[in-house]
Nanobody, 124 residues
């Protein structure tokens, strides 16, 4: 069992930056690939970014590529999402997720554990 707690969300103006964190507890953090997903009002949950167990392999949704960076600190059991050049369309609840496998994954159905989410609001 893995428990995930997100933090770092908030209100920011368009063009600004935020860094989300996801603290993991329970099993060995380095044994899990991790991902960030988001759900905007009235929309389905969508993939944002994923990283493999070591941090050496990452993959991004086209909508955030070049603006967001996913990273992890295994000794600290923490996942990060650095978000730059934020746009109003990035407004959503952001969730971190853990997958009981080493390799990264874009499909939410293949993740086993989820955090409660943190709200990000970008004003125009």
């Amino acid at each position: 069992q893995v428990q995930l707690v997100e933090s770092g969300g908030g209100l920011v103006q368009a063009g600004g930056s935020l860094r989300l964190s996801c603290a993991a507890s329970g099993r060995t953090f380095s044994g899990y690939a991790m991902g960030w997903f988001r759900r905007a009002p009235g929309k389905e949950r969508e993939f944002v970014a994923t990283v493999n167990w070591s941090g050496g392999s990452t993959y991004y949704a086209d909508s955030v590529k070049g603006r967001f960076t996913i990273s992890r600190d295994n000794p600290k059991n923490t996942l990060y999402l650095q978000m730059n050049s934020l746009k109003p369309e990035d407004t959503a609840v952001y969730y971190c997720a853990a997958r009981s496998a080493m390799n990264s994954e874009t499909r939410s159905a293949l993740y086993n554990y989820w955090g409660q989410g943190t709200q990000v609001t970008v004003s125009s």
